[in-house]
């Protein structure tokens, strides 16, 4: 076969990933995987938002301003709690299951709560978390911010002409942000690493490769569009592990071409 013919590494994982999900219960396995995470994160978002309702708000602010404030940062303060030290944890343990997954492994789904093993454990994988989600939350959160200080500024007349720029802005943050998207892959294969041994190594492996990267995630587009039309079933049942694994494989087979 000549050098012409051989297909792309990005078909080669979309391939591998296809016959992956072919393995007995592998795909049921992930999809579990999928619907324990988000039943802890509907779960506890339904249950803040019954206690929250179950406040009397209005007579508090009435009567009790200061115990209407005391509660309200309360209530913030918990929401966030959960999300950072239960929430980013599952998440991780989820990652770490679709990361068994992309090398033949049906990993246990008690992998789920791999990062409460040990305090040290708990540790490295908040640290490592947090590092992930200031990292590709906050730029998300400032183009939001951007879209609702032209709103507010100027009003609705001229958010359209906000959104493209926006776009533009988050595109080229995301292609910048695809350093750190082999962080995951390398933690399952090097669980010893340190933090940020593990964002160095993501670094150096995705040098250079940022917008192949960014293509690879374009071509689900469609898949993210007929997601939104079944509210969320083609994510679960096909779009998110198909492209969790395929895209662990082609970050897998880089990782090799650079250790080579």
């Known amino acids: ?14 391939h591998r990933a296809n016959e992956l999900l ?3 219960h592998m795909r049921l396995h992930l999809i579990l995987a999928i619907l324990c995470c988000m039943t802890f994160w509907i779960g506890s978002i339904y249950i803040s938002e019954c206690t929250f309702n179950a406040v009397p708000w ?9 115990l209407y404030v005391l509660l309200d940062i309360l209530f913030y303060v918990v929401d966030g709690l959960i999300v950072v030290l239960i929430g980013l944890p599952l998440l991780f343990g989820c990652a770490m299951i679709f990361e068994g997954a992309a090398r033949g492994v049906r990993e246990p789904m008690f992998t789920l ?23 590709h939350a906050l730029p998300a959160a400032l183009c939001a911010w951007l879209m609702w200080a032209r709103y507010e500024t100027d009003g609705p007349s ?33 669980p010893a690493a340190t933090v940020r041994e593990l964002f160095a190594r993501s670094r150096a492996l995705t040098r250079g490769k940022w917008f192949a990267l960014w ?4 071509s689900y587009i469609g898949w993210a ?30 990782a090799g071409e650079h250790t080579s």
């Open 225 to 254: 569009v007929l997601s939104l039309l079944t509210l969320g079933l083609v994510l679960i049942f096909h779009a998110l592990p198909h492209f969790s694994l395929s895209y662990s494989l082609l970050l897998t087979s880089e």
């Open 22 to 24: 072919t393995l007995p």
């Open 158 to 190: 001229t958010l359209w002409e906000t959104v493209p720029m926006t776009l533009v802005f988050l595109l080229i943050v995301s292609v910048i942000l695809g350093r750190n998207d082999a962080v995951l892959t390398l933690a399952y294969d090097h």
């Open 58 to 66: 209005e007579s508090l602010y009435e009567s009790r301003y200061a």
């Open 215 to 218: 293509n690879f995630k374009l």
């Open 1 to 14: 076969m000549t050098a012409l013919s051989r297909p792309s590494p990005a078909a080669v994982s979309r």
């Open 113 to 135: 709560f791999c990062a409460f093993d040990s305090p040290r454990c708990y540790r490295h994988t908040l640290g490592l978390m947090l590092r992930l989600l200031g990292a």
